[in-house]
């Protein structure tokens, strides 16, 4: 009975819901229940959801499809989140943005998992499947041993776009003239993805003695100004990025989609903001990229954005290839942040040479002080000098 007891578990608080965990996360404060539609949830999307405060995630799509070893469910679970999956969306038109829900949920069945009970005041609305840490570090663990099928598909989705997105390679994407002066100029690209606040705290010394270009990608535009600092561009769908981000006075690039497409020329017409338009296939990362490359930058620092293979599966997306082709086209050019943080050493700044003038100042009065010699020496230097002021001030005066 301890045993059954221990695992029954009560979570109540405010529901928000949002079918994009990245928009949602701007809204939620410490204490939410988070409903979500996210399928396979990644590791970025787990990080802000804990450190929003979130104490349960209702997620109405399945948090692990099987698909590949995606992290973010294990975060959370690991994190003390309560992770409820949902059989449908319903509970997206039976509830209201602030209702007061409890998550209940009891012991597993035999060899299965808990059940978890969606209330509203007493209310039974839901049922939903509890995902604890076992099952999904098992799981996960399984994945991890098919991960060589994910390979294979990732390795056939890039020669696909390798076929199809030609200029991603050849370099034969059309620009227009930029306002932005890349030319020779080290060029941050800051992506909403892993650690992308940690690395812009550790590029702190880079940008503060380089001062490189800032160019957001969507969501990063908040990002660089939550660091207190201000993109020169914004490139990409323009979803990601607050109205105040936009009217930032950085230069806004709208990414178009090779059969027309451009979501973000709408919302800037609305607001009035002027924008260049850039027809390109890929991600908008990667027309961010390319524009850096194309016109002249001298380094590109790619922060927040996937580097290695493991976060490219982590993303689980379509898209990943085309920016691993990005990759290949824009070369040597471009780091990552970690790798710049690590590598860069900061100039001095003017406090400790100031500290350093200061202490050499007062040893030398301390030695002319205790030596005999050079305190007549000094005397005798501080006479002239009185004199030499009387003379001047006389001569001022006649």
Same mark, same amino acid.
């Given at each position: ?100 829900? &409890? ?36 799981? &996960? ?88 600092? &201000? ?45 260049? !338009? ?34 490219? !599966? ?85």
């Amino acid at each position: 009975m301890t045993a059954q007891a221990a695992v029954v578990r009560d979570v109540s608080g405010p529901v928000r819901p949002g079918r994009k965990t990245k928009l949602l996360v701007k809204h939620l404060v410490r204490g939410d229940i988070a409903l979500v539609d996210h399928l396979d949830i990644d590791r970025v999307s787990a990080e802000e959801l804990i450190a929003a405060g979130a104490v349960a995630v209702l997620n109405c799509s399945r948090s692990s499809s099987g698909t590949y070893p995606n992290l973010g469910p294990q975060l959370l679970v690991e994190a003390g989140i309560l992770l409820l999956d949902l059989p449908d969306d319903a509970l997206f038109d039976d509830l209201s943005d602030g209702d007061p829900l &409890t998550v209940r949920t009891g012991t597993p069945a035999a060899g299965g998992s808990a059940i978890g009970e969606v209330l509203r005041r007493g209310e039974l609305l839901a049922h939903g499947e509890v995902l604890d840490l076992r099952r999904i570090s098992a799981e &996960t663990e399984l994945r991890r041993r098919e991960i060589g099928e994910a390979l294979e598909r990732f390795a056939h989705n890039t020669i696909e776009h390798m076929r199809e997105e030609r200029e991603l390679l050849s370099g034969r994407i059309q620009l227009p003239r930029f306002a932005t002066d890349f030319r020779d100029r080290s060029t941050l690209v800051v992506v909403r993805g892993v650690e992308h606040q940690r690395d812009l705290r550790a590029l702190r010394p880079f940008i503060r003695d380089m001062r490189p270009l800032l160019i957001a990608v969507d969501g990063g535009a908040e990002a660089v100004l939550e660091a207190g600092m &201000t993109p020169d561009m914004i490139v990409g769908d323009m979803d990601s990025a607050g109205e105040a981000a936009l009217r930032c006075g950085a230069e806004l690039v709208v990414h178009s989609y090779p059969d027309g497409r451009a979501p973000g020329r709408h919302r800037l017409e609305e607001l009035g903001l002027p924008f260049k !338009l850039v027809p390109a296939p890929g991600t908008s990362q990667d027309v961010a990229m390319l524009i850096a490359a194309e016109k002249g930058a001298r380094l590109i620092v790619s922060v927040g954005s996937q580097f290695n293979l493991v976060e490219f !599966l982590d993303r689980n997306r379509k898209g990943m290839s085309s920016t691993f082709l990005t990759r290949l086209r824009i070369g040597e050019i471009l780091v990552d942040a970690k790798g710049v943080s690590r590598l860069y050493r900061p100039r001095p700044g003017l406090t400790p040479l100031l500290a350093v003038i200061g202490a050499g100042v007062i040893a030398m009065v301390a030695v002319i002080g205790m030596t005999p010699a050079l305190r007549d020496v000094a005397e005798l230097l501080w006479l002239k000098i009185q004199l030499l002021a009387e003379v001047r001030a006389v001569a001022s005066g006649g």
